[in-house]
């Protein structure tokens, strides 16, 4: 394999080529952070499908080797454990920064929105690569404008206790830019809205694989505050499409990646109900603090200079998710019993 060839999109070894989607023939070498959880393990198989080179840079904090287990042993394949808040030293030409404690259950115990942002921003001025940053909806915080553009510039509450995960990726944001303009990096803005589909965490707080798992083991469907809050849903791969992309495209965005379909969370409990068990109770559980009160994507730049727009709708991705979901609680039933 060819992991040490230079001057594919974004250079290798501090040669700068501004060449979009690399050199014809030339395997590209591409980094991803969190390239073992939920969206990374998605995006690692249609890179590694299309022929690139991956590492994969993950400190397994919600991620999980089983996501990537059928790459191991592919010499195009590397799994690295390290803490991105630390250095790290690689030669590439494309790094897709995923790593983040994403869950409401997780984000609060580290910094890794920021330093590990400016150690992965670093390394792409060190080497020339093309940086490509998943930062997130939750920048335009309980938006006063629905639904929301990329040129909202948000209602966050700084001192929240969702604030260092919202603040930390707007910081992200900044930084990015602020590389890109002055240090010259070719950077990429995704602005991603709740996804879904198969290897999700089990049990991290999101409320569809919440609903789907307490569907699947026969418990009420927790419905916080008065489920009349809405999200809107996108299923995984027509993230991972956008995502790409985005990367070999010639916009620095920011890009909002979301489907528009918006659902109240009680419609929401209704899809999981027709979809795994139509008995399923429903439980109401007071809200969170500072919860936004609706979301929907405005795709129309993403649609326009992407030609991107998400082909999954909800009634058909959640049953794809659902047999996973399946497959993973019965390995979970089968090893309390024994
Ligand atoms: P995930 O938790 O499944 O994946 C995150 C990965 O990052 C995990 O594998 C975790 O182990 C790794 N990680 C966390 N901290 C790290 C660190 N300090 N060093 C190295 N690795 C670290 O979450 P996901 O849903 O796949 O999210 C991926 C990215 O997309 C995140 O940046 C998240 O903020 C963004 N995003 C996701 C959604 C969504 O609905 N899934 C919405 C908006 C934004
Ligand atoms: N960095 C890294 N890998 C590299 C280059 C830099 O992890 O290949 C880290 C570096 O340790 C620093 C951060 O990225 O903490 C920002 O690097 P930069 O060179 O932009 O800043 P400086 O070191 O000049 O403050
Ligand atoms: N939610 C819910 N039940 C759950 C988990 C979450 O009703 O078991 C609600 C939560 O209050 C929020 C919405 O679902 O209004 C989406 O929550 P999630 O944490 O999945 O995403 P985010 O708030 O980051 O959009």
């Given amino acids: 394999t060819n992991t040490g060839g230079s001057g594919s999109g974004g250079g290798g070894g501090g040669i700068m080529t501004r060449v979009p989607g690399g050199v014809r023939g030339k395997r590209k070498r591409v980094v991803v952070t969190g390239g073992a959880g939920f969206v990374g393990s998605h995006l690692v198989d249609r890179l590694i499908e299309r022929g690139d080179s991956v590492i994969v840079v993950d400190n397994m904090f919600t991620g999980r080797k089983d996501n990537l287990l059928h790459h191991i042993g592919n010499p195009n394949f590397e ?13 590439v030409d494309q790094i897709y920064h995923l790593a983040c404690p994403a869950s409401p259950v997780y984000y609060k115990f580290n910094p890794t929105n920021v330093m590990g942002t400016l150690n ?11 940086f490509l940053l998943t930062s997130t909806s939750e920048v335009y915080g309980d938006p006063l404008q629905h639904p929301q553009a990329e040129t909202y510039w948000g209602h966050v509450n700084p001192i929240g206790v969702r604030s260092c995960y919202d603040e930390g990726k707007r910081t992200a944001e900044t ?7 002055g240090a010259g990096i070719e950077v990429r803005i995704a602005r991603i809205f709740n996804t879904y589909g198969p290897r999700m965490c089990l049990d991290d707080g ?17 419905v916080y505050g008065d489920g009349k809050q809405t999200r809107s849903f996108q299923y995984v791969s027509d993230l991972v499409e956008g995502l790409m992309r985005l990367m070999e495209g010639e916009h620095i965005g920011p890009f909002n990646l979301g489907n528009p379909g918006e659902f109240t969370m009680l ?3 209704q899809v999981v109900q ?13 809200n969170t603090e500072d919860d936004p009160h609706k979301r929907k994507p405005d795709i129309s730049k993403a649609k326009e200079l992407l030609g991107w ?3 999954v709708s909800l009634r058909e ?13 019965s390995g979970e039933s089968k090893g309390s019993v024994s």
């Fill in 317 to 329: 991705g959640l049953p794809r998710m659902v047999a996973d979901f399946r497959q993973r609680l």
């Fill in 120 to 130: 992965m921003l670093g390394l792409a001025k060190r080497v020339g690569a093309r």
């Fill in 274 to 286: 027709e979809t795994i068990d139509p008995n399923a109770k429903i439980e109401y559980r007071p």
């Fill in 267 to 269: 419609e929401l409990a």
């Fill in 79 to 91: 799994l690295i454990r390290h803490d991105v808040v630390q250095p790290i030293l690689l030669e």
């Fill in 206 to 222: 999101r409320v569809v694989s919440n609903f789907v798992a307490q569907a699947l083991r026969k418990e009420p469907l927790t």
């Fill in 309 to 311: 727009q998400p082909t």
């Fill in 175 to 181: 930084l990015a830019m602020d590389y890109h303009r």
